[in-house]
C-alpha cells in the first residue's frame, strides 16, 4: 500500500511539474555575460527564473545586440573573451548545452540563416555551415574582414542574399553571400549623414533594413544597399537597439531610458509615438517573438528583464519585470517552446 502511494505521489507531482511547464508557451532569454564564466538566463512567462546554464565560455561584451538568437530548437549565445559562440538545443522538455564553436575574433552578435550561423566579430564576419540535425561546423567556410574592424562592430543580420553590418565608428556595410557562404566581398551603404554619425542596431523586414543611427536620435531605412529615408525622434535619444513586431518598429532609447515606436509604411519608419514604455534602469537590449518583447536593462548591480505583450495598436503591456544578479547581462531573445 506505501509503495502504491509513493507511485501515486510521485506521479501527482510529475504531473504538476508538466502542468507548470506547459503553461508557458515561451521562455525569455538573456545570458549572465560575466567576464571570466557566462551563463545562459532563462525565465519563464511570469518572470521566474528557470535555468542558469553555464556556456564553457567567458562573457565580458558591451555595446552590442544579437549576442543571443535562435532558431527553431537552437539558441546561440556570443562568449566574447573567450572567441566562442555556445549552441544549446532545446529536446525532451530540457535545455543542453550541445556545442562550443571557436570564432577568429571576439564575437559581438550572431545570426542563423540559409543553413549557416553568422558571427559577427571585432574584426572579422565569419560563416558556419549547419546540418539538417542543427550541428554547426567548427570550420567556417566563409570569412570577411571588417571595413573599420576597430571593435566598435555592433550587430548583424540576413538581408536578402547577403549580411547587414553595422560598427559603431560611422559604417554600415553588407558581406555577400553565395548559397549562404561568405564571399569575402563587403562594401559600405552611403547614408547621407555626418561624417561622424554612428549606427548601432539593425532590424529586417521583408527586403528592408532598419538601422538606428544612435548619435542622431533616428532610424534610417535600407534597400538593395542603398538609403531610402530616415525618421528623427523629437524627444528621446540616442536609439541604440531595434526590435519588429507586425508593422511596428521599436527603438530602446539608453540614455532616456525609453522604447520609442515607428510605423513602418513601404519604404519608411514613421515616428509614431515618442514613449511606449520606461524602463528602470539603462536598455542594453530589445527582441521580439510574435507578440512578445523583451528588453534588458542594466541597473546599479543587477539587470532587469522586461517582458512586454504588444497590442494591436503597438502599445506595450507590461507582463513583468525581473531584477537578476547579473549586473552586465546582455542579449535577449523570446523562445517559444516547441518539442
Not at 532563462?42 to 543571443?68: D, F, Y
Not at 549547419?130 to 550587430?155: E, K, Y
Not at 538606428?212 to 538593395?224: F, H, M, P, T
Request: charged share 15%; aromatic share 8%.
Amino acid at each position: 500500500m506505501k509503495k502504491l502511494f509513493l507511485i501515486l505521489s510521485l506521479f501527482l507531482v510529475f504531473t504538476a511539474i508538466n502542468q507548470i511547464e506547459a503553461r508557458d508557451h515561451y521562455v525569455a532569454i538573456t545570458a549572465s555575460n560575466d567576464p571570466s564564466a557566462n551563463a545562459l538566463l532563462i525565465l519563464n512567462s511570469e518572470g521566474k527564473l528557470l535555468k542558469t546554464l553555464p556556456t564553457q565560455g567567458a562573457g565580458g561584451v558591451s555595446g552590442n545586440a544579437g549576442g543571443i538568437t535562435t532558431y527553431d530548437n537552437l539558441i546561440a549565445v556570443v562568449n566574447f573573451n573567450s572567441s566562442s559562440v555556445s549552441i544549446f538545443k532545446y529536446r525532451h522538455c530540457r535545455f543542453v548545452l550541445t556545442q562550443v564553436i571557436p570564432t577568429l575574433s571576439n564575437p559581438v552578435s550572431v545570426v542563423f540563416g540559409y543553413d549557416h550561423l553568422y558571427v559577427l566579430g571585432t574584426t572579422l564576419v565569419e560563416s558556419h555551415p549547419m546540418d539538417s540535425d542543427g550541428h554547426v561546423s567548427r570550420t567556417p567556410d566563409g570569412v570577411a574582414t571588417l571595413l573599420v574592424g576597430d571593435g566598435s562592430a555592433a550587430q548583424v543580420q540576413v538581408l536578402d542574399g547577403q549580411l547587414l553590418i553595422t560598427e559603431k565608428s560611422s559604417m554600415v556595410e553588407v558581406a555577400v553571400l553565395s548559397h549562404g557562404i561568405l564571399t569575402g566581398t563587403i562594401a559600405p551603404i552611403a547614408l547621407p549623414f555626418p561624417p561622424n554619425f554612428e549606427p548601432f542596431g539593425t532590424a529586417v523586414r521583408n527586403k528592408l533594413g532598419y538601422i538606428s543611427i544612435a548619435n542622431l536620435n533616428g532610424v534610417a531605412v535600407v534597400k538593395d544597399d542603398e538609403f531610402k529615408s530616415a525618421s528623427f525622434s523629437l524627444t528621446q535619444h540616442s536609439p541604440c537597439w531595434l526590435a519588429i513586431t507586425g508593422h511596428w518598429l521599436f527603438s530602446s532609447n539608453s540614455p532616456s531610458h525609453s522604447v520609442t515606436r515607428y510605423k513602418l509604411e513601404g519604404k519608411f519608419a514613421v515616428l509614431d509615438k515618442e514613449i511606449v514604455a520606461q524602463t528602470q534602469g539603462t536598455p542594453i537590449d530589445i527582441a521580439s517573438g510574435g507578440n512578445i518583447i523583451v528588453l534588458i536593462d542594466h541597473g546599479t548591480g543587477i539587470s532587469n528583464v522586461n517582458q512586454y505583450q504588444v497590442t494591436k495598436h503597438g502599445d506595450f503591456a507590461l507582463i513583468n519585470t525581473t531584477a537578476i544578479a547579473a549586473p552586465s547581462a546582455n542579449g535577449a531573445a523570446v523562445f517559444y517552446l516547441i518539442d
